[in-house]
């Protein structure tokens, strides 16, 4: 059986009511391996950044499409996408919480969504 547990995203200040957390499944932060794997690239360290910034301004009065959109065709209606240049970061909506599950590349999006899926199946507040 699967566990999941939560952290508050520390970087993340967002003022408008939401609050950001990092989801763990079975104790592993996919976000944080993903962030990891960054470290020696600044242009996509320079895009997670703008992610960051997205997240702080974040409201009830949602985002443009080209920064933060609702992922189609998957059984869940929650999940959504910020994203920035070639970077992606998947997460949870359950107002006023914000679950960040991972972050992928955009060429990997379709394997990257579909890997989410499955993990956050059980998944629920």
Excluded: W
């Amino acid at each position: 059986m699967t566990s999941f547990s939560t952290e508050i995203l520390e970087i993340v200040n967002n003022e408008n009511g939401f609050v950001f957390y990092k989801l763990l499944i079975d104790d592993i932060c996919h976000f944080d391996i993903f962030v990891e794997k960054l470290k020696n690239l600044p242009r996509d360290l320079k895009s997670l950044d703008s992610i960051y910034a997205y997240m702080d301004m974040f409201s009830k009065t949602l985002l443009p499409r080209s920064k933060f959109r609702s992922i189609k065709n998957v059984e869940r209606k929650d999940i959504f996408e910020f994203k920035k240049d070639n970077i992606r970061v998947y997460v949870i909506l359950q107002q006023p919480s914000v679950y960040v599950v991972a972050g992928g590349f955009k060429k990997d999006q379709k394997r990257d969504i579909g890997k989410l899926v499955k993990q956050i199946r059980n998944f629920n507040t």
